[in-house]
């Protein structure tokens, strides 16, 4: 038996998402992709954390070939009803200037947000796409997304689309809130983001038992709730709302302040890597830490708000046993740092009610 399921994807914010030749487009892939990625913390818990068992899961019901005696093609079936190109040709949204403490000058938090897939132009002196990016899709694009997989997979499909919707972004710099996306249809109906949201407090774990697993798998909570903030208002435009995220970004990094000589690890170190003028020797220049703190930009009834939220987990031991003496003390010091983030955020930001 296949259960088919039909959803409409709307973007909040420009999407980033490109195809072979970095054009931006509407493709299935990225949508596989994002699947997988909320799947594994939707169910795993159900593997009790173990990685190797959550794979061999990941494997059968998403295709796999490298499981013994196992290959096999995806038990999912993911359709677009339209494959095409993004509208945005050129970037130009208004300028969204902020004031950065370490930099000279004001930013462009839509820069400072989508550095990568957007660049400073010399020309105008504002941002704009990349040379490798041709497109992107707008904010406001929808298309139909129709999902068929087993009947005995339709439980953790229900957990993990209600996920999508209210936390999942896609594409290039998605954790950084481009590419936010919602899901709606005939019939579909999703619990509101809240402390009191049955499947997030279902998927939530204490702070310190998150960072004892090398891989984001849970949303983190401590004494206070869930680990999600919102804005301090509503926003009629994406671009409001985007600026009040790259202020709070701008705000929890700096308030880490470089106490260590250059090119030893120090307590920003623990939110993400590369750092922009702070390498770290023993690490070197290809290593790669994604920032856990994720953000997305939701409706509100008629307007926007900002959302940020923490999949929490340590540092890598590969990374960790190239620091030798400093390794212990940088492990220990991660719960720490990320209470003083929290802090700052409580500060910047609403924690969600």
Not at 15 to 23: R, T
Not at 56 to 72: S, V
Not at 185 to 196: K, R
Not at 203 to 218: F, G, T, V
């Amino acid at each position: 038996m296949m259960v088919k399921q039909r959803y409409t994807v709307s973007f909040v914010t420009p999407a980033f998402l490109g195809d072979a030749e970095q054009n931006g487009a509407w493709r299935t892939p990225p949508f596989k992709a994002l699947l997988r990625q909320w799947w594994r913390v939707a169910v795993a818990k159900d593997y009790g954390y173990d990685h190797t068992k959550l794979r061999e899961a990941e494997g059968r019901l998403f295709g796999n070939a490298w499981l013994d005696n196992e290959f096999q093609r995806s038990n999912l079936l993911l359709r677009l009803e339209e494959w095409r190109q993004g509208k945005m040709q050129k970037w130009a949204e208004p300028e969204q200037k902020l004031p950065h403490p370490e930099v000279n000058f004001p930013v462009d938090a839509h820069l400072y947000l989508g550095y990568g897939p957007l660049t400073y132009s010399k020309a105008t002196h504002k941002a704009a796409f990349a040379a490798k990016v041709n497109a992107a899709i707008q904010a406001g694009e929808s298309n139909t997304l129709r999902i068929a997989g087993p009947n005995e997979t339709a439980g953790a499909l229900a957990r993990t689309l209600p996920l999508i919707h209210g936390l999942g972004a896609i594409g290039g710099r998605a954790r950084n809130g481009w590419g936010s996306l919602e899901l709606g249809g005939d019939g579909v109906a999703f619990e509101p983001l809240g402390q009191n949201n049955p499947l997030l407090q279902a998927i939530s774990r204490p702070l310190p038992q998150c960072l004892q697993r090398d891989w984001p798998h849970a949303l983190g909570r401590d004494d206070r709730g869930l680990l999600m903030w919102t804005t301090q208002q509503d926003y009629v435009h994406w671009q409001d709302a985007m600026r009040e995220l790259a202020k709070a970004k701008i705000a929890f990094r700096t308030a880490l302040k470089f106490t260590n000589p250059k090119g030893q690890t120090d307590r920003r170190h623990v939110l993400a890597y590369p750092v922009t003028n702070h390498p770290v020797n023993t690490w070197g220049s290809q290593v790669r830490l994604a920032n856990q703190l994720r953000f997305k930009v939701i409706s509100h009834g008629n307007r926007l708000r900002g959302v940020a939220y923490h999949l929490p987990c340590g540092t890598p031991d590969e990374l960790l046993r190239r620091l030798g003496n400093q390794q212990n003390e940088f492990r220990q010091q991660q719960l720490s740092v990320w209470q003083e983030v929290h802090a700052q955020l409580d500060t910047v930001m609403h924690r969600i009610a």
